[in-house]
Structures are given as structure tokens and as C-alpha cells.
């Protein structure tokens, strides 16, 4: 029952919160219901022992003992998918009805077989994979052993980003294994974009509509039932005062290339000031960016397409000039399918159509890789007595995201400031360079003292582990690296608070160790100090054969496997491709160390990140 | 000993704790989070012929930049009697070249001289001299040298 706490949703620690999981999460109902009543007698001066009251002894079989709880689970790997699934609990719970909201992870066998009226929040990643916290449902859905579940009425809201062609695949998937076990949907699957508010906020009415027809209200709780308390959890407001709709805006304090000359990157240190803010994050989170695009780039377009800057629309989120509206309400440096096919049908250029249809996945991704809405019309333009008007271009083109990159630093280290660890995104599809446009504007449109909105994206899913001594091996490339500088610092704050920090390792891969090596000197000097005990660059481009992040792995195979003796956690941060190769290192490391098959291997990997020994922070 | 060791220097006990100039360069060579050796091992590698050096031009702009000083190393190789084959001239110009900063310079105590190689080059830039049948044996550090 304690699952449901969070740091956000109460008012214990993170620390508290694990203390209260492992020492009380064995208790049964009943032993719950008891304590409850202890420690509400202790407070108000009563006798500390109590008889069991009626309600709690009634309670005791739970709050689905009638099937009337709405339960709301989510997935996701950023915090939208828990933030539109506490939303939800917040209008069920004004509605008058009883809701539980919980991670999937949560949702084991025996709830499960017993689950009447759920409503599912979970998003994508990378090739259509599902996040982390679904895979053992995933497995155990798929699996011979699954339960039926004719009992289930359930709807789902999937969560994707349409510039991946698996869009929705994980929303998709869970739909097709509930249903498989004789589930029902109670109404059609909600498939968002990344500009998911609107659909997710008339799914959550459709939702608590269903609820009140369904769901009879429940009588008045008493107050001490685990029932209320339950929902009472469920739904304590975030106390995040920003977030995506309303970003703070942070003042930029420095904008530093950390890469050195001759280098084939281009990354930046970018330090914010939260002074004022009252945000707060931790190691392991990301930081949401508003980037608007750039001027330049907005006038190409709008001469491409022949309209004029200050030609007016409404919409239903306001009114804008053509300038303003591509300036920051729409999408131009990253292109999706649905943008290519509907500026191939309103541009009537057939040989666009064509072409893109005819490629393979593979080329397809590539394609929307490497260009921008730009390159796309001026390769292929609007033909002959084609009309292209500023409501097709509003229509055409998404609207406008913010970006997420993990913090690279600890609160308790730098106090009201975020850094973050930038590279520049590069593309030349017809012979003109374009720059993506968050970090473009961060690294070098954002100066001193300008502003940019900013909102935190919690990542429960990658953090320190509660237990100081627990050795970590962090594996990452690129700018990667950002959640580890952050990790570092927290470590290095409580090396000086209590004395003691864990043994830490650092494998990082980049091109070259000369100009590539991120925070070279900080992670030098921590070695220095004893406050990382190892440090192993894969640096590709030093020399004949290139050698990766995921090489390390397989040379140090044995000290990885005496490190994992010792209880070692390890963490993979950088791009989904580099994840998949260390996770295959590791798969390697297994088999060799321990004499198992590669499917033993991969099972003992995927037992490592259901014990949260394998934490992934991929994209 | 007592009074006589206090006067000597601070190299002196390095040398004195190296293990016959091996110290931990062995590590220091192998460690890929640096381009540069442990501190002991800048003093015990000049008696194998290599001094580790910086870029001084971009000290400041790598510090703002969070790397570590652009080291580079400096080989000497000792020519016995000053005189070299047309063969090793070539060894040399070629190891100059692709390893080192494309110079060759020729000391007054009749030396080559390279310069700009990375520590993950020294390895190869020092097989190739000894494949020339020339040395870095005691070209620096406080060894004899030649007399001109």
C-alpha cells in the first residue's frame, strides 16, 4: 500500500519514503488499518491502543472489494503520462468517485485478475518500445501463464511523438494484450502527439464520464479507512507550480562550448538561474526547454511558400500573425510523416508522395532525420496551381514542442541553478546546413542574461539509490554524461554532509579524448580526491579501429562482474543505439563470467532491471 | 644519511621510490581518461627519453572549456657520436611527420628533437625510432649527454 507514496505526493523525504516501503510494505491490510489508527491516537492524546473500528475492519479486503474503484495506471519515461494520470485522478475524485493512480509498474498479477474499470496512460520510445515500467506486465501478458480477464472494461490514452514511424506502438500493444485475455475497452484508444493537452484533457472528461455511469459514487468514507487514504494520495497536487503549459523562465547565467577546438562536436555547458522559482529537481530528472525558431529560418519558409509575414489567423488557441505563428507555435526543424504526406497532397507534388511512400523504415526515419520543413520545400516544391495558404501551412505543421535534456547538475551543489549539456544538432539535406532549434537557440542564439521557459520532467526511473554504499558503474556517450555530473555532484555534496559516498566508475565514449572528453577536469579531479574510484574513455577516433563505450564493457569483463558481486548498479545514458550495443556487452559479460547461454544472459539482464540494478536513460 | 638526504631533491625521491625509473608509468601510459602521466612519472619518463609538456596558447581557453591542458610530449633521441644514416634521417622524418608535429629539430648535444606527440602516440613513435636503431635511453633527465 505504500507504493503510492511519492516525494511529491506527501510529505516524506524520497529517503522516508523507501525507509516506510521496506519497513512496512509487508504489513496486511488489517496490520495497516491498526497502525493507522496508533498513530492517529498518539496525535490526538487518545489511548494508543484501539479496538479495530468497523469501517477499517471492513476496509480491510480493500478498496475493489466492490469493483467501484477507478483505477488510473501510467508509463512513461518523462513524467507527462503520470501528470495526465494524476489529472485525471483529480477530476474523478471531484466527480465524486474513488480512484487509485498508480505506475504500471504497480499493477502485478493479483491486482490484475481482479481489476474491473482501469484507465491506462502510456507512452513510446525510441522504435515503438514501451517504457520501463510496463515490460513485466508486457512479459507477463504475452506470457502462457497470463490470467483472463473478462472482468477488465478499460480505454487508453497512448502517448508518442509522430516523427517515429512505430508512433503509439506501446499504447497499441497493451490495448492488443488485454484485449487478447478477453478484457473490453469501454471506449476507443486516444493516440497523442507530442502536443498531447488537448486529447488528454477531453479523454480525461470521456473517462470520468464513463466513471459516473458505471461507478457508483461511494458512500461517504470514514475518515480513517485505508480507502480514503488511498485516494487521498492518489490525488495531492503536484506542488509543481510550473510545468509545460506554464514554463518558468530562467535566466540564462552562461553559455560555455566545452569542446575543444577541431573538435567534430559542438557542445555546450548551459548554466540557468531558478532563482525565485521554488522548482525543484533531482539528479537524474530532465529539464523541458521552449526554444521558438529562429527568425531567419521562419522568413525562408514563409518566401518559400509565398506568404506574407503578416498575413493573420485565428486559431483555436489564439490569434497570430504568419511570422509569430511559426515563430513559436509550430514546428519547422523537425518533420513527421503526416507533415510530408499533407504538404505532398496540398503542394500536389505527386513525386514527393511517391518517393516517400516507396521507401523502407530505414529510409523513411532516415529521410525526417535529416531534413527540415525548409529543405522539404524547397526540394519539392509546390507545383502548378497549387494553392498553399497560411491555414494549410497552420494545418500541416505540428505545433511546436519543447525538448527535454537531462540536468547535468545536483541542487545540492549549484542551489537555484539547472545546467545542461548541449550539442548541437547538425543537418544538410540539400546542400544548406540547418540546426535543430533547441539547440541552436541555447547554444548560440541565448546570451547572458536572456530568458528561456523552462519546466522539470521528473525521472523516478533514473536515480541515486537510497542506500549510500552501493557501488555504481555509469555508462554513457556523448552528452550522456549530463545525469552522471549531476550524480557526481550529489555524491561529492554528501561525501562532505555525512562522510560517506560509494565507489563509482565511469566508462564514457566520445571521438576524441583530446577535445571530446565532457567535464574532463571536474571527473580528473574527483579521481583525484577518491571521489570516483575509475574512469575508462572510449575515445572512437583515436585510433585505426574505432572503439566504443560498449568495448570497454566486454575488456573489463571481469572487473564489471566482481563490481556487480558487490551489489553494483549500473546506469546507460546517451542514444538508443549505443544502449542497445552495452546492453549486448553486458549480455556478453553474463554469459562469460557466470558460464551462461546468451537467453540465460538475457534473462539475468532483464532480472537486473526488475531488481533496479539496470537503469536506462536512452533516446 | 640523515642530514645529506634532507639537501637532495624532491626528484631525487621519486627516483629513489621508482623501482629502477619504472614508477607507475606502466599505468599512467594505459590510462585513457588523460593525455597527460601521473605527477611522479613526468619526472621518471625524461629518463626514457620523453618530457611532458603543454600547449600554452589554449591553457585558458581549455580550462573555460572544462578539458585538461593540451599536454604533449617532447622526444629526444641520442645519437651516439653524432652521426646518423641516410636511412635513419628518413625513419626520423617519417616518424616526424606522422606522429609528431612534422618538425625534426637537431640539438647542440647532437639530438634529435619531436615534438607534439600524444601520450597514446608515444608508444609507436618510440618503436619506430628503435626500429631506426637509434634510442631514447637517457636523452633527458639528469644522464650524460654528448660533447661537442
Known sequence: MFEALKANNSPFTELQIQQLQTGLGGLDAVQSAWLSGFIAGRLTGQSAVLPLPE???GAAQGPDRKGKTLHVFFASQTGNGEE???ELGKEAERAGLAVEVQSLSALRPPVLKKLEHAAFVISTHGEGDPPDDALDLFEYLASPRAARLEQLRFRVLALGDRSYSQFCAAGRKLENLL??????????????DIDFQPAATAWTTEVVRYGQQNLAPEESPTPASPLSVASHLSVVPQVARWNRARPFAATVERVQKITGLESPKDVYHVELSLQGSGLEYH????????APNPHGLVDEVLNDLHVDAG??????????????LLTRHRELTRLSADTIRDYALVAKNADLLSHFEEMDEADRRGFLEQRQFVDLVQEFPARQGAHLGLEDVARILRPLAPRSYSIASSPASVAEEVHLTVATLFSNAIGTPRRGVASDFLNHRLQAGDEVGVFVEPNRRFRLPADRKIPLIFIGAGTGIAPYRAFQQQLEAQKEAVGESPATWLIFGNPHLRTDFLYQREW???????????????FSRDQAEKRYVQHVVREQAERIGRWLDKEARIYICGSLAMGHAVEQALCDVLAQRRGWSAEQAAAGLSELRRQGRLLKDLY | MGSSERQLSAVEGIKLRSDYLRGTLLRSLADTATGALAEDDTQLSKF??????????????RRKQKLEPDHQFMIRARVPGGICTPFQWLAMDDIARRWANGTIRLTTRQAFQLHGVIKRNLKSTIRGINDSLLDTIAACGDVNRNVM
Open chain 1, 311 to 324: 498575413e493573420e489567423i485565428t486559431l483555436a488557441d489564439g490569434h497570430h500573425t504568419a511570422h509569430e
Open chain 1, 84 to 86: 495526465i494520470a494524476r
Open chain 1, 179 to 192: 484485449l487478447a485475455q478477453g478484457a473490453g475497452t469501454f471506449a476507443e484508444r486516444i493516440e497523442c
Open chain 1, 524 to 538: 580528473l579531479d574527483w579521481r583525484q580526491r577518491g571521489l570516483v574510484a575509475r574512469i575508462d574513455g572510449a
Open chain 1, 283 to 290: 539528479p537524474g530528472d530532465a529539464l523541458g526547454v521552449w
Open chain 1, 55 to 57: 469501517a477499517v475492519a
Open chain 2, 48 to 61: 626514457h627519453g620523453f618530457y611532458q609538456q603543454d600547449d600554452r596558447d589554449h591553457r585558458e581557453e
